[in-house]
């Protein structure tokens, strides 16, 4: 049975398990192909991975789609089907009256962290003490935005770099750049098209992470439980905050960053406190070729994956030995990466894993 351990598990340790987060948090497709089959081999864990999914969802404020007396059915039957059983720490009493505090505390930070703006009648967002020690250009003299509105705002800053600003983003950047490099301030979610600039680097600065680019497009997404950078164009330098100012020192010889390139993406994991680089969920066309190229009659398969290198830039890790036998004679003109890949390994009879923002294929060869 695929991935037994898990059937051992607790409604807590699926909340605290990656794969499982992956799913429910970053709705990631492959993780949920994964767990509804794996559901489906085993029915009886069912009501477990339904409260661990209720309970993530219900941290991010979303439809858990069950009601609290529905939960509170299935946390009861989990229980006595379970004794002795260790109650998890969110369902105690002292977990609720911490999390009570900590929302006040939380609405009194927020409050604190604006202040009234006598000239204007508005609210600007204050910077955080910490950026004072990696960027002093962003703590006074400084242009504060933020994207009241319910539809994207384009921001077209002094260098002509263009920002899309997403619904309840803020934007902090100085009023005039430094001589050496561009710097911003973000919460929440910006898409940049950076003005290429090899002598003035652009930096993206979040709570968790930090970005520098040259010149690209990317997305970023920073809340107070996750970053991520996903590039559309280009290549970008990920950071994760407390390696900022070594980056920045003149002389270095070592990079702590993640280099990233179109259709990779990052993402900051705050339980492991580190940076995890994968595919974006969906891939974009990097270099068009022409359609009847996704056409192959008895075609070797090493060149249909030269062929997906080409155009989505993602690079494709086999071994070459394994599939010197493998043809592929199929039409995948109009299909996404991930349909492709679907359909090329069940031809192969292969398999395909994102590994640090590469595909990997392992196959046990082709017959003759």
């Known amino acids: 049975m695929k991935n037994a351990h898990y059937?051992?598990?607790?409604?807590?340790?699926?909340?605290q398990d990656e794969l499982f987060r992956d799913w429910v948090i970053n709705r990631n497709s492959l993780s949920e192909v994964f767990w509804l089959e794996w559901l489906a081999e085993n029915v009886d864990c069912t009501d477990k991975v339904q409260l661990a999914r209720a309970f993530l969802l219900s941290l991010e404020e979303k439809d858990t789609g069950l009601s609290p007396m529905e939960l509170e059915?299935?946390?009861?039957?989990?229980?006595?089907?379970?004794?002795?059983?260790?109650?998890?720490?969110?369902?105690?009493?002292?977990?609720?009256?911490?999390?009570?505090?900590l929302l006040m505390l939380g609405m009194g930070y927020a409050a604190f962290t604006y202040v009234w703006k006598p000239n204007t009648g508005q609210l600007t967002h204050q910077a955080p003490a910490s950026l004072d020690d990696i960027s002093?250009?962003?703590?006074?003299?400084?242009?504060?935005?933020?994207?009241?509105t319910t539809q994207p705002r384009t921001l077209i800053l002094q260098d002509s770099s263009r920002i899309v600003l997403y619904p309840k983003g803020k934007l902090r950047y100085p009023k005039q750049f430094d001589k050496a490099k561009r710097e911003v301030y973000l919460t929440g979610q910006a898409f940049f098209s950076v003005k290429r600039n090899p002598k003035k680097p652009f930096w993206v600065y979040t709570d968790q992470i930090s970005t520098q680019v040259l010149g690209t497009s990317f997305l970023v997404t920073a809340d107070a439980s996750h970053a991520k950078v996903a590039v559309h164009s280009g290549r970008v330098s990920v950071y994760m905050r407390k390696d900022v100012q070594h980056e920045q020192k003149p002389g270095k010889h070592e990079s702590a960053g993640v280099v990233l390139t179109p259709n990779q993406q990052v993402l900051?994991?705050?339980?492991?406190?580190?940076?995890?680089?994968?595919?974006?969920?969906k891939p974009i066309v990097i270099q068009k070729v022409p359609v009847n190229d996704y056409i192959f009659d008895e075609a070797p398969v090493t060149e249909v994956f030269t062929l997906l290198e080409k155009t989505y830039g993602l690079p494709v890790v086999y071994d070459a030995s394994s599939l010197e036998n493998c043809y592929l004679t199929a039409n995948l003109t109009g299909e996404s990466l991930f349909d492709k890949l679907n359909l090329i390994c069940k031809i192969t009879r292969s398999s395909y894993e994102l590994v640090d923002g590469q595909i990997v294929i392992y196959s046990k060869g082709c017959e003759k």
């Open 7 to 15: 059937r051992d598990y607790s409604v807590d340790d699926f909340t």
């Open 73 to 101: 059915d299935i946390f009861t039957r989990i229980v006595q089907d379970s004794q002795p059983i260790v109650i998890p720490f969110w369902q105690r009493p002292t977990f609720r009256v911490a999390a009570a505090i």
């Open 136 to 148: 002093p250009a962003l703590v006074s003299d400084v242009v504060d935005i933020t994207n009241e």
């Open 268 to 281: 900051f994991s705050t339980t492991e406190k580190r940076l995890v680089k994968s595919v974006v969920e």
